[in-house]
């Protein structure tokens, strides 16, 4: 188990290198195989090829950065976190969402793909839902209905307001070239959490 | 000129229609001369390919869809447009959203691209700013500045903020296969004018 487990991280591990290096177009297989120090045969029997295996790739990096998020969010409980908010399940989203956006913004491979390779993020976001998308919408769906209980989000369909939410961040994060002109780091992060805090909040409950 | 206007108009009625029969990747500028009924020089002297053919298409699509947006969304100050708040300049704003939205959700060459060749709207979500984007945010930016004025619109950079109404409509609108299954259209022009109005009110203000 523990091999298995430990050959598919470095491969992973080895891919990202890759990408970060040359660019998913010019990552092969092989090359992949030869940092990880595996065989070819090890990698193709689990990745038909480099897409698929940059698909797993950027899922493992994604649920990483939902992971700590949780984390970081789901603690801050007790108001530590600097959220004014936080006591409430709607100031603890808003500052998951924003550490998510800070690290993803600062996120070599994610930043990568956005900048050169943008068309790999087309199908997830505006075709299909994919794994760390999935994930990223339980968490908000249970972020959410905490905040319906504690009074702090309005009302609605759980699951609906996660999908706007989601695509909400996605975007912000995703289209930071198309910001970056008028709204530094901070500027876009703050403008963020208006967009969730206006759309979540109950009204007159800001 | 009145020539020269026509010609470069039947090209590019002509190029939608190939584009929306066989897709961009399978149209070329010689199916689009000969549908147009011109000769091959003259679709090749304004346009060195096909993408920047329908680059140009999709501007004129867009902006089209925006002049009737704004004409709409602008004349509504009597509030006979159907939004209850369309007598302030928020009303007005999130009318013509609302109304650009639901055009932009049934339009025959838009929904075409993002269902079958979503990369060709990456460069647009990704990377930089086009022409009829920036011919949104000048009208949004008017807008919200008319909102300032007249109270309906938190204070705060008009620019910034147009940029963050540009990104969170077109994500919604260009996401629509993300959401279908939970949000059908009114569901999800609903909740497109909860994050606007969420977004620009003055706080207490909604």
Redesign the interface.
Known sequence: MTSRRNVEDAVLDAARACVEAFGIRRTTLTDVARRAGVSRPTVYRRWPDATALVADLLTRELLALLDRADDTGGDGGDGDGGAEGARTARGRLTAQAEGLMREALHHPLLTRI??HE??T???Y?????GTS?FAALDLLRSGIEDGQVDGSIRDG?A???A??VL??V???M??R???ED??DED?LVA?AR??L?????P??G?
Chains 1, 2 share one sequence.
């Open positions: 956005i900048d943008p068309e993020m087309a199908v976001a505006f075709q299909r839902l998308q369909d699951e609906g307001m999908r706007i695509l909400s996605q975007s912000l995703t289209s070239r198309l910001t008028v709204l500027a403008e208006r967009v805090d206006g759309y979540l909040a009204e007159g800001r």
